[in-house]
């Protein structure tokens, strides 16, 4: 327990008791702030991650097309701008093997 609600560091309340909305501009998509809408592995970001979140509609997860006309296993949830850095990165299965 704790998690419930946290700050981010950006400043703003995270957490799955928070009531948020999509950080996508146009979309007002109910969520809350918990892993489940996370773009990254944890609040804070991650190579592949900005620490957004984002309803499900707006967040990639699994078998993802690559860019090179393949289909890689993606590390976490990602939202569109974080997929095309990881496409440009080669979809690597597991960030952390990357500098
Ligand atoms: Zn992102
Ligand atoms: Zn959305």
């Given at each position: 327990?704790?998690?419930?609600?946290?700050?981010?560091?950006?400043?703003?309340?995270?957490?799955?008791?928070?009531?948020a909305?999509?950080?996508?501009?146009?979309?007002?998509?109910d969520?809350?702030?918990?892993?489940?809408?996370?773009?990254?592995q944890?609040?804070?970001?991650h190579?592949?991650?900005?620490?957004g979140y984002?309803?499900?509609?707006?967040?990639?997860?699994?078998?993802?097309?690559?860019?090179?006309?393949?289909?890689?296993?993606?590390?976490?949830?990602?939202?569109?701008?974080?997929?095309?850095?990881?496409?440009a990165?080669?979809g690597?299965?597991?960030p952390?093997?990357?500098?």
């Amino acid at each position: 327990m704790g998690y419930a609600s946290y700050t981010l560091p950006d400043g703003r309340e995270g957490g799955y008791a928070v009531d948020a909305e999509c950080d996508l501009d146009d979309c007002t998509a109910d969520i809350d702030r918990g892993l489940g809408y996370l773009c990254g592995q944890n609040p804070g970001g991650h190579p592949f991650g900005c620490g957004g979140y984002f309803c499900s509609e707006h967040l990639w997860l699994g078998n993802v097309d690559d860019g090179n006309g393949g289909v890689r296993w993606s590390p976490h949830y990602m939202c569109e701008p974080c997929v095309d850095k990881w496409r440009a990165a080669g979809g690597p299965e597991d960030p952390d093997d990357i500098d």
